[in-house]
């Protein structure tokens, strides 16, 4: 089993900042990738930012230039470093990864999610 736990959400003004955590941890043998999604309320789910292992990036036109997605390997840890956010930004923010395991001799990929962290901004 592999547990995703993030932190680092809140309530912010229109400007702020605020850098969001995600730790994968289990019976990892990869992490492919890893990434954010956000859903607003009555709003589909949405890629905001993803990692790949060897470091190309992705992001949403919508936060291109405000966000940067980072990983931190050893420690099998996601950060979304959040600038000049917007109020459009309010959603539940989730951390997604794709990770290779091993059990009872076999190998597997599937995805995971993280329970999610509501980040707000007000206007």
């Known amino acids: 089993q592999v547990q995703l736990v993030e932190s680092g959400g809140g309530l912010v003004q229109a400007g702020g900042s605020l850098r969001l955590s995600c730790a994968a941890s289990?019976?990892?043998?990869?992490?492919?990738?890893m990434g954010w999604y956000r859903q607003a309320p009555g709003k589909q789910r949405e890629l905001v930012a993803a990692i790949r292992s060897g470091g190309s990036t992705a992001y949403a036109d919508s936060v291109k230039g405000r966000f940067t997605i980072s990983r931190e390997n050893g420690k099998n840890t996601v950060f979304l470093q959040m600038n000049s956010l917007k109020p459009e930004d309010t959603a539940v923010y989730y951390c997604?990864?794709?990770?290779?395991?091993?059990?009872?001799?076999?190998?597997?990929?599937?995805?995971?999610w993280g329970q999610g962290t509501q980040v707000t901004v007000s206007s």
């Open positions: 289990g019976s990892i043998f990869s992490i492919n990738a």
């Open positions: 997604n990864a794709d990770v290779t395991y091993y059990s009872v001799g076999r190998r597997y990929t599937d995805d995971y």
